[in-house]
């Protein structure tokens, strides 16, 4: 009952065969006498490494951040004032840190900050940036170590303080209801 359709599907099954195939006139838009497209053989391919793209991009970008790493310890080697020295060195911390995510250097950065420049004001976030490289870097000792050290260098009413107490116990500092 249904042979007019299956024919129908025959016929367009065997015109699709045949133009997959190569088969059938030159197309109307194609100008006469003009050559086919060489077929490529795979073996020729194979020779022609893909570009990465995504690699380029990270290797540029990495090559970028590296030659500000420079810039920033060429301005830090011209000016030692020592708000704007420790402003560098956590600067060069934070391009390791969030653009390299080399932790470890970055860790090594805000340690010196926290040794040679302990009075900089932005000494708070750099204290937490360096409690994330050691557990960036599953070093709980040093982590640790880290917050007990910013238990000593903050008030215990400050709301550092109750961080670091808060990030070693799991709780609040018992009188942190005035933080």
């Not at 011209?78 to 391009?95: F, H, K, L, Q």
């Not at 900089?120 to 490289?133: D, F, H, K, R, S």
């Not at 000792?141 to 917050?147: A, C, E, N, P, V």
Request: glycine share 4%; charged share 25%.
């Amino acid at each position: 009952d249904n042979w007019h359709f299956l024919l129908a599907l025959a016929a367009i099954l065997g015109v699709v065969a045949f133009k997959l195939l190569g088969g059938g006139a030159e197309s109307p838009t194609r100008a006469a006498g003009a050559a086919r497209a060489p077929i490529v053989r795979a073996e020729r391919t194979a020779a022609i490494a893909p570009r990465d793209i995504v690699a380029e991009e990270r290797d540029a970008a990495r090559a970028r951040t590296l030659a500000k790493i420079n810039e920033n310890e060429a301005a830090l080697a011209s000016n030692p004032e020592p708000e704007m020295a420790a402003a560098y060195i956590t600067g060069i911390g934070n391009m390791y840190y969030q653009r390299l995510q080399d932790y470890t250097a970055a860790a090594s950065h805000y340690e010196r900050v926290l040794s040679e420049y302990p009075d900089t004001p932005a000494i708070y976030q750099t204290y937490v940036q360096l409690v994330l490289c050691y557990e960036r870097l599953n070093d709980e000792d040093k982590r640790k170590s880290t917050l007990r050290r910013m238990m000593v260098a903050f008030p215990e009413d400050s709301q550092q303080y109750a961080y670091a107490y808060l990030e070693l116990f799991g709780e609040m500092p018992p009188k942190a209801t005035n933080i």
